[in-house]
């Protein structure tokens, strides 16, 4: 440093202080580090997924407010069991995508839209059975004697189950879920039909 | 210090503290990491992006109990200080005893002495006055908030950092 940086006390001048706030700058990727520490200590959501976890019960109130039952809707009690349809059933396990792009309040007002039409879709069709929404708390229970509990973060966000002919049509079903659009996944899953057993 | 309000400051983490989502801590994350990385840098550089993860880390867990007695700016740079203390120390019993740093640390003093590495050499209470106030513009009340010192302490620290700074500075120009 010259001594030209310095005032006559000899003392570095303030700016020249002030423009060590320039550097260093924090590595682009300690963005990531510093968030996946905290999820993994439970301190952190994803802020997608608590968007469309947020979206269910939205989606819900609207589809009441649209004339649904909500019983009917989304109900456990109305469930006929497989032994007793003539199609098989499928459970859809909405998952919910952390890197899905963010939904802005006009784009929710359209998806909630979109989610509703699905499921009038679904039900005049006769291909929704049940559905509900999953609640935050994700806890495992593992070992012989369930001594091992784990607390963690669930993709899964709530589930469908879906009438429908075979996987195929069940696939077909479900590529029309704007649930895909808007970056989540869908994993389906037959429901085995065990009465015969 | 922080260009955002201590009104945003403030709304921004109530909200995290309601939702607790990613894309608001993001937001507060932004405003305050430069700053802290500086700090944190300039007191234990080979550890400061772990110093910056450990002061969210903590900042997030007693956020709750935060009583806005301060700036948040404040409360986590005086986290990031804490933090960058353990590390200072935990180096220290590591490598070296307090008697033989110093001589290795004038050892390692460049012949060109610039300003970043008379900062580098002051001793860690100096330092951390040296570069709230003067290089991240804290006031003396606000580093007496952060560090639980008094603002008195602060400014005789910051005169005695400052003098020393001309002293390392003085030095440099003696070698060359």
Redesign the interface.
């Known amino acids: 440093?010259s001594?030209d940086?310095?005032d006559e006390?000899?003392?570095?001048r303030?700016e020249?202080?002030?423009a060590?706030?320039q550097?260093?700058?924090?590595?682009p990727a300690?963005?990531r580090?510093?968030?996946n520490?905290?999820?993994s200590?439970g301190?952190?959501?994803?802020?997608?997924r608590?968007r469309m976890r947020s979206l269910w019960p939205v989606i819900a109130a609207a589809a009441c407010s649209l004339g649904f039952v909500a019983g009917t809707l989304f109900s456990r009690g109305n469930r006929t069991s497989p032994a007793t349809v003539s199609q098989p059933e499928f459970a859809f396990f909405l998952h919910d995508s952390p890197g899905r792009p963010?939904a802005g309040g006009a784009e929710e007002v359209t998806l909630v839209r979109e989610y509703i039409a699905w499921v009038q879709q679904q039900r005049a069709a006769n291909h929704l059975v049940t559905g509900e929404k999953l609640g935050e708390q994700a806890v495992e229970l593992s070992g012989l004697q369930g001594q091992n509990l784990r607390e963690e973060h669930s993709s899964l966000g709530g589930y469908f189950l879906i009438r429908a002919q075979d996987m195929n049509a069940a696939l077909a079903i479900a590529r029309t879920c704007p649930h895909l659009k808007y970056g989540g996944s869908i994993e389906i899953r037959p429901i085995e039909d065990t009465s015969s057993r | 210090v922080s260009n955002s309000s201590p009104t945003d400051e403030r709304a921004c983490a109530l909200q995290f503290l309601r939702d607790r989502d990613e894309s608001t801590f993001l937001d507060l994350y932004r405003r305050f990491t430069p700053m802290l990385y500086r700090v944190a840098y300039r007191m234990a550089p080979q550890a400061a992006a772990e110093i910056v993860q450990d002061t969210w880390v903590r900042a997030l867990q007693k956020l709750p109990e935060f009583r806005w007695e301060s700036r948040l700016s404040t409360w986590l740079v005086g986290i990031a200080i804490n933090r960058s203390r353990e590390e200072i120390r935990r180096n220290r019993a590591e490598s070296m005893s307090d008697e033989v740093e110093p001589i290795a640390r004038a050892a390692l003093v460049p012949d060109h002495l610039d300003l970043e590495v008379a900062i580098a050499q002051l001793a860690e209470g100096y330092r951390e006055i040296l570069l709230l106030h003067d290089v991240e513009g804290y006031t003396h009340e606000e580093i007496a908030q952060a560090l639980k010192i008094e603002p008195a302490t602060s400014r005789s620290q910051l005169a005695r950092a400052r003098a020393v700074l001309r002293e390392l500075l003085g030095k440099n120009e003696v070698r060359k």
Do not use: D, W
């Open positions: 440093m001594a940086h310095r006390q000899g003392i570095p303030a020249n202080l002030r060590l706030r550097s260093p700058v924090p590595p300690l963005e580090q510093v968030v520490a905290l999820r200590r301190l952190l959501r994803s802020g997608e608590n963010g």
